[in-house]
């Protein structure tokens, strides 16, 4: 299968590990990954600002990028991101009179997957360490994203996938449906309610004992990582894709800042 990635920005800016995790582990299956050029912004934190004519142009662009690709299906390590195509962007070019270009962000949209969605719906993964080779002997607990739970309704794929990785050893987060107080634009408006949202969030997550917190949206570990920096508490963020692309040969190290080793290519094209 031929499978188009979605970088987002936030992990395009500043966490591509995320991406190369994931398309390390799309070729691990036997996957073509292509990587539209010209792609940027989906458009989300203009709209939640409530800039719908700043927001035309970036959803233009999106579909522009992406119905242009030859591609099968394409995927997006984030559940905000992927759910914004849907349920943002026709919304916008309707807004701004462009009948066609909503019925185009529509069929990119319906096309575009969350990367757990691709794995378990799609591409039939329900065993990381079997299909997938992934091994990461920490504790870890998990917190699911909003967008990811309402819009997508993801339920429990990541963590499905998480749970069947080698080594893992998983620990329940109480209250894991509560809202880390990210919400984009909203930790930049209201930054005191964002923040005493993530101490919440952080009690929580230190209650568990584990020694990481993953979750499949970069900007809510983003948040969460930053908060818990600041307050000492030895936790680390990481996202699941990283976890699946961790091997035994490849392992994700964590001593320090959490980064995926890339090592070159070895003759037989493995990595």
């Given amino acids: 299968m031929r499978i188009a990635l979605f970088a987002t920005c936030i992990v395009d800016a500043m966490y591509p590990r995320v991406a ?5 582990v ?3 299956l036997g996957h073509e990954v292509i990587f539209p050029p010209g792609q940027g912004c989906c458009s989300q934190m203009h709209v939640n600002s409530g800039y719908l004519d700043d927001a035309l142009p970036v959803v233009r662009n999106h579909v522009k990028a992406f119905s242009a690709a030859d591609y099968d299906v394409a995927v997006a ?7 914004s195509l849907g349920h943002q962007q026709p919304m916008v070019a309707r807004a701004g009179g462009d009948e066609a270009l909503a019925q185009q962000a529509e069929a990119v949209a319906d096309n575009t997957y969350e990367l757990s969605q691709l794995l378990t719906d799609v591409l039939g993964v329900t065993d990381a360490a079997e299909q997938l080779g992934s091994w990461f002997p920490h504790t870890v607990t998990y917190h699911p994203s909003c967008h990811g ?4 309704r993801l339920g429990d794929r990541q963590k499905d996938l998480l749970r069947s990785v080698e080594g893992v050893q998983f620990t329940e987060l109480p209250d894991a449906e509560e809202c880390c107080g990210f919400g984009g634009t909203f930790s930049f408006k ?3 309610v964002s923040a005493a949202m993530a101490e919440e969030k952080i009690d929580n997550i230190v209650a568990t004992g584990a020694g990481l917190c993953t979750g499949g949206d970069a900007s809510c570990l983003m948040h969460l990582g930053g ?3 600041r307050r000492g508490t030895g936790v680390k963020t990481v996202h699941f894709a990283e976890i699946l692309a961790a091997t035994r040969e490849n392992p994700l190290d964590i001593s320090g800042p959490v980064e995926l080793s890339i090592p070159a290519t070895t003759r037989g094209g493995t990595r």
């Fill in 190 to 192: 209201v930054p005191e």
């Fill in 149 to 152: 739970m309402r819009l997508l």
């Fill in 227 to 229: 908060a818990m920096s």
């Fill in 77 to 83: 390590p984030s559940g905000s991101c992927v759910a």
């Fill in 20 to 24: 190369l995790a994931t398309v390390r």
């Fill in 26 to 28: 799309l070729e691990r």
